[in-house]
């Protein structure tokens, strides 16, 4: 109900099926506020503060927590749009970097080899890869890998039929990025 409010919402007293409020208030006795953090229209939390056998929260001890609910709520909102400018601007880095180098480089398995090293580098992803497709075969072929595994996996060499087999294979035939998070969970995996 707390998410549903523009306002603070004081409560008195234990709720014995919430094991919240049963870790926090230890027991009968306790008064709360629950105060949403809202920032540009949406609630992204909550601030909930308890007192035990000290007596109801006032008036202006709502007003107040409100208040700092609200400058919080600011707060958490400015630090999630700083890292969001601050990972666009790395993105924005590597692709400078990548296209420098794609310019610079005349060799194309260097230039690949590069591309997945920067990639996932500047990213902190454990792995990378290029696969081109062969028109002929209608197949997704490894050409480079970057990571830990990178070795065996050119050793053994990937090939995947397009719009067949897997994630990979359906966003080579739809031309589309696909954000998977749990690719266990794909029927497509």
């Known amino acids: 109900k707390v998410l549903e409010q523009d306002r603070a919402v ?3 007293g234990h709720f ?6 049963q870790q926090s208030c230890y027991g009968h006795g306790c ?3 629950n105060v949403p953090l809202r920032a540009r229209e949406k609630t ?6 308890n007192r035990q056998n000290g007596g109801n929260y006032t008036l202006a001890e709502g007003k107040l927590l409100a ?23 790395l993105q924005l880095e590597t692709a400078a970097q990548v296209a420098g180098q794609i310019t610079s480089l005349q060799d194309p398995d260097h230039l690949m080899s590069r591309i997945v090293a920067v990639i996932r580098e500047n990213f902190n992803y454990d ?3 290029v696969l081109l497709i062969d028109e002929e075969r209608n197949e997704l072929v490894l050409q480079e890998a970057s990571g830990p595994l990178a070795e065996r996996v050119m050793q053994r060499g990937l090939r995947l039929r397009v719009g067949q087999d897997g994630i990979t294979g359906w966003v080579a ?17």
Not at 16 to 21: K, P, S, T, V
Not at 67 to 89: C, G, H, K, P, S
């Open 10 to 12: 004081l409560l008195t």
């Open 16 to 21: 014995e099926q919430d094991e919240f409020y």
């Open 31 to 33: 008064s709360c506020i």
């Open 44 to 49: 992204i939390g909550i601030l909930t503060v």
């Open 67 to 89: 208040a700092f609910a609200q400058l919080t709520a600011l707060t958490i909102e400015n630090v999630r749009l700083y890292e969001e400018a601050r990972r666009r601007a």
């Open 127 to 129: 792995h990378a890869h």
């Open 173 to 189: 035939k739809h031309g589309k990025p696909l954000l998977v998070s749990n690719v266990r969970q794909d029927p497509r995996y």
